[in-house]
């Protein structure tokens, strides 16, 4: 399996060489050559199988040779064997033709999980194949860094920086990136918003040359491997309640659009799918774009789900690249006006866009009534960005397709958020009940490219 830039001037890389490398050398993002399909007898044979024996069916055409068979395997057991519900991704019903898909039984409970606790293992043995250490440095608005930190700490060839935004993100989010020991983990708190995080990121990669110096990688979403972990989960749902006989919706929480592109491609290979439906909070210019109103760029506004805080949505750089018809000049041409607020879509993309994804906006008040009437309804408590897909659905629902709402983190994971809405604090699973009695271990640092780079020549290990 070849992978190809959606700005389309960067070298075709294979998998191996596509996830060391994250983003491309021309700005883009990589993305398969061609999908993989799946006939339905291939999606029937997926009933009643263990989650991990589904992950390596479809995760192993896309790995395509580079890695071998047994160490896929390896990094998946390894990597579930971490969580906290053997079904890994249960579903639960809340209405008729209504379902949570639960992404938050992870170690960080969140389910960027899912990805992450794969991706270590598979950097660690290649790394370890070719004598190489790399330098991981990500974004976070707060999941993916608490992930990332827990799949990558004191791992050997590996040293990892998350820039997170200072004081943007829950105490339980800060102290899952603040409290591990490891040498090769470290915290930077970053003077601005998430935006920010991933303006100075992007600085970094696109500095050529101190990319090369400190062999930067991203695992950002981003990153393909990322999006390819993720693809389990919409394929294990939809044959749980009856793919290939029964089509199936998703709605989706969505910042980054990583999680989202994810059901584009079970879609691509595939599953029948439905409605892929957006979900936002406030800081809705993807519902807006979808809605017809162009991609453009205003101020992020904080929100009780600050995972979907934001305005430059990476992945959405994906989405546009299909909608095109795959054609790289014309995604580069778009991407180039957004530091000047964004662009306009034109109509036959629009279609090709909104024939695949819904969308949805919710308000902060929304959000806390629905994690109320979810309460209400069901004994149930659900984190808030689960409640803005969780309302959004609602506007969605069809009495001929299931909807399959995804849970993307567990509600103690935004105790005062949901304690709030609804009065009633969200115990932290066992597991993780000493995370308030660690000490922490952060740096704080400017809004400013040079001082992050001078911090990380310093602090990384080699
Ligand atoms: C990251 C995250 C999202 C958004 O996912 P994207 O892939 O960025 O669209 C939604 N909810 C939670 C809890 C998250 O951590």
Redesign the pocket.
Same mark, same amino acid.
Request: a negative charge.
């Given at each position: 399996m070849r992978y190809i830039s959606t700005r389309g001037r960067a070298d075709e890389l294979d998998f191996e060489e596509a996830m060391l490398t994250g983003l491309a050398r021309d700005g883009g993002l990589y993305v398969p050559q061609s999908f993989p399909t799946f006939s339905d007898d291939d999606i029937a044979a997926l009933a009643g199988l263990r989650y991990e024996e589904v992950a390596f069916r479809i995760m192993q055409p896309f790995v395509g040779g580079t890695i071998d068979d047994t160490v896929l395997r390896q990094a998946i057991e390894k990597g579930y064997s971490a969580f906290r519900h053997v079904a890994r991704a249960p579903l639960v019903q809340l209405k008729p033709g209504h379902f949570l898909l639960e992404l938050f039984h992870g170690p960080t409970m969140? &389910?960027?999980d899912f990805p992450m606790q794969v991706i270590g293992p598979l950097f660690q043995s290649v790394l370890a194949r070719k004598h190489k250490r790399i330098t991981i440095v990500g974004a976070t608005? +707060?999941?993916?860094g608490s992930a990332a930190i827990e799949a990558f700490r004191g791992l050997e060839n590996v040293d990892i920086f998350i820039l997170y935004p200072a004081g943007r993100v829950s105490d339980v989010q800060r102290r899952q990136m603040t409290t591990p020991t490891a040498a090769n983990v470290h915290a930077v708190a970053i003077e601005g918003d998430f935006d920010v995080c991933q303006a100075r990121l992007k600085d970094l990669f696109n500095d050529l040359e101190f990319r090369d110096e400190i062999a930067l990688t991203a695992i950002n979403?981003i990153n393909w491997a990322r999006i390819l972990a993720q693809i389990v989960y919409y394929v294990s749902s939809a044959v749980e309640l009856g793919a290939p006989g029964r089509t199936v919706s998703f709605t989706?929480?969505? +910042?980054? &659009? +990583?999680?989202?592109f994810a059901g584009f491609v079970a879609k691509s290979m595939g599953l029948p799918i439905d409605r892929l439906i957006v979900a936002t909070n406030q800081n809705d210019i993807l519902h807006r774009c979808l809605s017809g109103h162009g991609y453009h760029t205003v101020e992020t506004l904080p929100s009780i789900?600050p995972?979907?805080d934001i305005q430059v949505s990476s992945?959405f750089e994906r989405a546009l690249f299909f909608a095109y018809d795959r054609d790289g000049r014309s995604v580069t041409h778009l991407m180039s006006t957004l530091e000047n607020g964004g662009f306009d879509v034109p109509h036959d993309v629009l279609r090709a866009l909104t024939d695949v994804y819904g969308s949805g906006r919710v308000s902060e008040e929304e959000t806390r009534a629905t994690i109320v009437r979810v309460y209400e309804e069901t004994g149930r408590l659900i984190?808030p960005?689960t409640a803005v897909g969780v309302r959004v659905a609602e506007d969605f629902l069809d009495p001929t397709v299931p909807m399959i709402s995804l849970a993307?983190?567990h509600p103690s994971k935004f105790p005062t958020a949901v304690e709030s809405a609804c009065g009633v604090h969200p115990p932290l699973p066992s597991l993780m009940d000493d995370l308030y009695d660690k000490p922490e271990r952060f740096t704080q640092i400017a809004d400013d490219t040079q001082a992050i780079q001078d911090y990380i020549r310093r602090a990384r290990r080699q």
């Open positions: 969140a &389910f960027k608005s +707060g999941d993916t979403s989706v929480p969505t +910042g980054n &659009f +990583g999680d989202i789900s995972s979907m992945n984190c960005h993307t983190a």
